[in-house]
């Protein structure tokens, strides 16, 4: 090792993802950052969606000129706001939170999601590749569900050694025999029971690229003070309350409501979060709740 003022300087590059209009997560993410010294922000799409303030989200990246992809809810807010939706998503309760933050988006933030690519490789680490969910589609994830096999399928599709993606809001570290496959999970609506906000950062090390999965805490009360002063929570029917869940318990509550409603043939609408939680355990694995919703056909 060179003495330490011979010490050159080590790449780093931090990586965040799924924002999802969540200011106070970003602006605790922003604060940590400015002490890790890293030469490159990337960002793995989902600035905006399931989250009141996705305009100050695009602003605040915009302003630091940073780089990112797009996520599957760039395109569900591009679909609203160009008219690619079907008729009944413009005048149900099931999609009022959707047309909310779709309306919230300027013209100029329509404008930058728009033209965000699918992909990108890091300047600094050209080794790294970061997708928002898959390198086949954006609205495909990778998890600690997902079998070496289909890892190594995804890894193949690049080509670079290190796959960096996002969407399932669950970090994860997966060492390959081609590569490393790298979730960096959530800044602003995290699904691994860790309410914190998530992202990473990675660095060349002389055993090669390593990686710090890193947890920064913020305050949930502001962010529910949000949802209720921009007139989302009242507008945005039973999405609006089932998304302040997911941050208190930092686990899906929309899709399983979903899946209930289906299975118990109720409609979507807020009359029914209560007898949809008595039904869900969210501290039970998903996998339990699907077998018992199972049950209900």
Request: net charge negative; hydrophobic share 45%.
């Amino acid at each position: 090792m060179l003495p330490r003022r011979y010490n050159l300087p080590v790449p780093r590059v931090a990586v965040l993802a799924d924002i999802h209009g969540n200011v106070p997560a970003f602006e605790a993410v922003l604060a940590d950052l400015a002490g890790q010294g890293v030469d490159e922000v990337l960002v793995g799409g989902d600035l905006v969606g399931r989250g009141p303030e996705g305009s100050a989200v695009v602003a605040r990246v915009r302003a630091r000129g940073w780089r990112a992809v797009k996520g599957n809810h760039e395109d569900y807010m591009l679909d609203f706001r160009q008219g690619r939706v079907p008729d009944d998503w413009l005048f149900t309760e099931e999609w009022s939170a959707a047309r909310w933050m779709a309306a919230e988006l300027s013209a100029g933030d329509i404008e930058l999601i728009a033209a965000l690519p699918p992909s990108l490789a890091s300047e600094v680490l050209p080794e790294l590749r970061l997708v928002h969910g898959t390198p086949r589609s954006n609205n495909e994830g990778l998890g600690p569900w997902s079998s070496e096999r289909e890892l190594s399928e995804q890894l193949a599709a690049v080509a670079e050694p290190l796959l960096v993606c996002a969407h399932t809001h669950r970090p994860m570290v997966r060492d390959l025999a081609a590569g490393r496959v790298v979730n960096v999970g959530s800044v602003g609506l995290p699904f691994n029971r860790d309410p914190r906000a998530q992202y990473a950062i990675f660095e060349r090390t002389a055993r090669g690229l390593a990686v710090e999965l890193r947890q920064v805490p913020y305050d949930l009360a502001e962010i529910f003070q949000i949802y209720d002063s921009s007139g989302f929570l009242a507008a945005g029917g039973a999405t609006a309350r089932l998304l302040l869940l997911e941050l208190e318990h930092a686990t899906p509550f929309l899709v399983p409501f979903l899946k209930w409603a289906d299975a118990a043939q109720a409609p979507r609408e807020i009359g029914r979060i209560d007898e949809f939680l008595a039904f869900f355990r969210p501290d039970e694995p998903l996998s339990h709740f699907y077998g018992r919703l199972r049950e209900l056909g």
